[in-house]
């Protein structure tokens, strides 16, 4: 944990002693429970007790009952921390009233997962999605934050935009979204300039999806030595959203075949939507690649559940129909495992060990590279596309329609992606 000046320089690193808190309305919440101590962890928090309470309804004032805040009281004082870190969202009031009651800095699960992302964010892009996100979430609860912060002057909840954004008026922070958002913009126009020149290259997207920690960025770093790119390896380490950044590499074979290979963010259950929204710009990537890679952590017993999450994130993004391959990982370390059904194509690999990589990269070639036949019918208004077709495709057959032209030609899988939406039976 990073102590911060008000100019957002490091001071010290520090670690709090936490107790986590958990709220339920009578459903299992373990595991929950137990991915908030990873993260918990993987924002340098130790945790030293853990309080659960189940209720039908929730307390507006606390989220938890007053007996048990006085028992998490209690745990605090005899354990000496000096964090509760609350499983749930928590409104401005209950932040407020949570800390006068405890005596401590409380923070809640999206806070927790704000700060870790602002901590990894390495570029431009990443900073201002974060901070974007950050100040979305902090302007309701400016009335909680403030005491919080004034009091213990930085720390887990505080980085990034920083106290000093926070205590300014709800105007300032509103004028600060809207220039985040602006250059944003600027940004998402460069990246959808790069896209437009990756298409005209008719160079195939591979895209990396999945839980956080389920080693995407192991299984980018195995295809790159392959093919002997290591001086480009990502980062990579056993822990949650060890990196955030997308990144991208050219995976080229002696074939001449080659695709670009992208490395998404993790999801992680609970992700709050205001950074599934600042972060669509990047995700928007996942969209236009020609095939998913929905990479599965196998020794994970809740992988089912894991594998749910990713599908909600991916259609929120719009990128549910695209065509995907389930890659099971870590299959070195996994004892036995029950794979639920799915259409999609499943394969079981170790980005550790290498075993099952060459078959994962032989499906991803035929995926990618083999053409098959289709039928389309361009619209007029998209000469564009006509013209892309007989000048990159092999066209069998043209008829002019009274809606547009009718082409039959043979085309690679990406390209048959990138147009399913014009093909007719």
Do not use: W
């Not at 459903?27 to 030293?48: K, P, Q, R, W």
């Not at 999609?344 to 980005?351: G, N, T």
Request: glycine content about 6%; aromatic content about 6%; proline content about 2%.
């Amino acid at each position: 944990m990073l102590r911060f000046t008000e100019d957002n320089q490091v001071i010290e690193e520090e670690k709090y002693k936490a107790v986590l808190v958990g709220f339920t309305r009578y459903e299992d919440i373990t595991y929950s429970m137990e991915e908030l101590a990873g993260l918990a962890e993987a924002d340098n928090i130790e945790v030293i007790g853990q309080v659960v309470q189940s209720l039908q309804k929730p307390n507006s004032a606390t989220l938890i009952g007053s007996g048990k805040v006085a028992e998490v009281a209690e745990t605090v004082k005899n354990m000496e921390a000096d964090m509760v870190v609350f499983n749930n969202e928590l409104t401005g009031m209950q932040l407020r009233n949570l800390e006068e009651a405890l005596g401590v800095k409380v923070i809640d699960r999206t806070i927790l997962i704000l700060d870790i992302f602002a901590s990894r964010a390495d570029s431009a892009e990443g900073k201002l999605q974060v901070e974007l996100a950050q100040l979305r979430y902090r302007m309701p609860r400016l009335l909680g934050f403030g005491k919080s912060l004034s009091r213990l002057g930085g720390g887990i909840g505080t980085r990034g935009p920083g106290e000093k954004k926070l205590e300014t008026d709800r105007r300032h922070i509103e004028r600060r979204m809207e220039d985040i958002k602006n250059d944003l913009q600027k940004v998402q126009s460069s990246r959808t300039v790069q896209r437009s020149k990756r298409e005209k290259s008719d160079i195939p997207v591979v895209a990396l999806v999945g839980y956080t920690n389920s080693g995407k960025s192991a299984i980018m770093n195995r295809l790159l030595s392959m093919t002997e790119k290591e001086d480009k390896v990502v980062k990579e380490k056993d822990m949650l959203f060890a990196t955030l950044d997308a990144q991208q590499r050219n995976i080229r074979f002696d074939s001449k075949q080659e695709f670009i290979l992208i490395d998404t963010v993790g999801f992680v259950s609970r992700l709050p939507h205001g950074l599934v929204e600042a972060f669509k710009a990047t995700l928007e990537e996942v969209k236009f690649a020609d095939l998913l890679l929905h990479i599965v952590d196998t020794s994970c017993g809740e992988n089912q559940f894991q594998i749910d999450v990713t599908n909600k994130v991916l259609k929120e993004i719009g990128a549910a129909e695209k065509e995907k391959i389930l890659v099971f990982n870590k299959i070195d370390i996994a004892k036995e495992f029950d794979i639920s059904p799915s259409e999609d194509k499943k394969m079981f690999i170790s980005a550790k060990t290498g075993e099952g990589i060459d078959n994962l990269l032989e499906e991803v070639k035929n995926k990618i590279f083999d053409n098959l036949t289709a039928k389309f019918l361009i619209p007029y208004s998209r000469g564009d596309i006509a013209s892309y077709l007989c000048e990159k495709t092999n066209v069998l057959s043209m008829n002019y329609k009274n809606e547009g032209t009718e082409i039959v030609a043979e085309v690679s899988r990406s390209d048959y992606q990138r147009l399913k939406k014009f093909e007719v039976i």
